[in-house]
């Protein structure tokens, strides 16, 4: 807000010693002045600050929607590393994150949520790390909300005790870890009292919509996750819509690029990354911007493998962009980028993209001619052929565009059925308790 120019005391040197007459004009100036300043704004809820920390081995896919569905919520999210005196880790399926801050310089911070993320072995690192136990034991002594989420409840929140009395879940293959004073159950997302927990990476998003309907109530978590195209019914299975059917049999280990970008859409990149890593593929990440480390649309830091021009040097069975404003701008921006693109789409070999990338990267520069595509519903107006727009993947030929965040995991799964069958999708889907 604008501050008002001093006017009282350039007055009060101008006038003193003041006569009567000119004291009673001050006097009356200033009360006009007092009267016509701008009332203090009503001030605005205090801010929730959330604590997620990271360690190797964090299933990066838990980690990353958790703090991409909180920033959306407004939360001040600390992402910190558990790792001593370093802030960059190696989360699972060769995914890097770097963290906003080291656990041990926030010892003393106070928070509002702390959220574990799982993965083995970060949860076993959570458990073992003393200045971590000490800061959720503190916080749940005060009665805050804390929640954990796959290998995280049973592997550090149950051995810490602090799941003692309460209902809990936890991934299926570590439910029998859960302590006996614990009463389990198969819930997708479970709270009890002030305590939240969930299943797996397929759980995550609804998990984290939870803790913003914790934090802020069902209204805020309702404009959260409208945007972002979740699933109308969790644990369904999933499906694509299909056209121009043509085999996408490449092999037993794909190669496969994703780029990312200063604002990619760090849950969509992390998910489609993760997932094909599951099922076995080889996905190179690679960098747009001078660095490998990209700051992505909620301010998640991910570290790609490799910078675009040597990326370049390869060829690939498969290339796919994530979305995110940003990110999709960023890749239809680089001529090198889209001339790969067009190459791969001229040779009939694989490529796709989501939310803002269908209509922002590939639209512009021809690479939907002649097919059906989706993307983010909000840009629905910017596809040539808005046909199939509603679906939430799509496949044409050698294609295939999906729609948003809350899409991804379909849209991964989509691909790993096309390169590697049915039963591969569906099995990757029951371990992450997708379906």
């Given amino acids: 807000m604008a501050t008002r120019p001093p006017v009282f005391s350039t007055l009060t040197a101008s006038f003193s010693p003041s006569p009567p007459h000119l004291l009673r004009r001050l006097q009356t100036l200033t009360r006009a002045l007092a ?3 701008p009332q203090p704004m009503a001030s605005s809820p205090p801010l929730k600050k959330v604590l997620v920390p990271i360690a190797n081995g964090t299933e990066p896919m838990e980690a990353v929607i958790t703090i991409d569905v909180l920033r959306r919520a407004g939360a001040d999210v600390a992402v910190a590393s558990v790792e001593p005196g370093a802030a960059q880790v190696a ?3 060769g995914v890097k994150l770097a963290a906003d801050a080291l656990l041990a310089d926030l010892a003393e911070a106070d928070f509002d949520l702390i959220s574990l993320p799982g993965g083995m072995p970060g949860a076993s690192t959570f458990r073992d790390c003393k200045i971590l136990e000490n800061i959720v034991k503190k916080h749940a002594e005060k009665g805050k909300l804390y929640a954990a989420v796959c290998a995280a409840p049973a592997v550090a929140l149950g051995a810490w005790g602090l799941l003692n009395g309460l209902k809990a879940t936890c991934h299926p293959s570590v439910m029998d870890k859960l302590p006996s004073e614990v009463q389990a ?7 009890d009292g002030n305590c939240v927990t969930s299943r797996g990476p397929g759980t995550t998003m609804e998990y984290s919509v939870v803790l913003v309907e914790q934090l802020y109530g069902k209204e805020k978590a309702d404009e959260v996750a409208g945007p972002m195209v979740m699933r109308p019914q969790h644990g369904a299975e999933f499906s694509m819509k299909e056209l121009n059917s043509t085999s996408w049999n490449v092999g037993e280990n794909p190669q496969i690029l994703v780029p990312i970008a200063n604002g990619t859409e760090e849950m969509e990149a992390v998910m489609i990354i993760d997932i094909l890593r599951r099922a076995k593929a080889n996905v ?3 960098s747009l911007e001078g660095t490998l480390e990209i700051v992505a649309s909620r301010n998640v ?3 790609a493998d490799v910078l675009l021009d040597d990326a370049l040097k390869q060829q690939y069975d498969l290339i796919l962009l994530p979305g995110g404003l940003g990110g999709a701008q960023a890749y239809a921006k680089s001529d090198k980028l889209i001339g790969l693109i067009k190459k791969q789409a001229e040779a009939s070999k694989l490529y796709g993209a989501i939310c803002a ?4 990267a590939l639209e512009p520069h021809g690479l939907l001619k002649g097919k059906k595509a ?6 629905w107006s910017k596809l040539a052929d808005q046909s199939e727009c509603e679906n939430r993947v799509v496949v044409d030929g050698n294609m ?4 948003g965040p809350g899409t991804s995991m379909e849209f991964s799964l989509a691909i790993v059925e096309k390169l590697f069958g049915r039963e591969r999708a569906f099995e990757l889907a029951k371990s992450m308790v997708f379906v």
């Fill in 284 to 286: 190179v990440v690679a």
């Fill in 301 to 303: 830091k991910m570290v």
């Fill in 357 to 360: 990338s269908p209509a922002i």
């Fill in 35 to 37: 009267s016509s300043s």
């Fill in 400 to 403: 295939i565009t999906s729609q």
């Fill in 374 to 379: 989706t993307s983010y519903p909000a840009m």
């Fill in 185 to 191: 159950v198969e819930s997708r997302v479970q709270i």
């Fill in 91 to 93: 989360a699972s399926w």
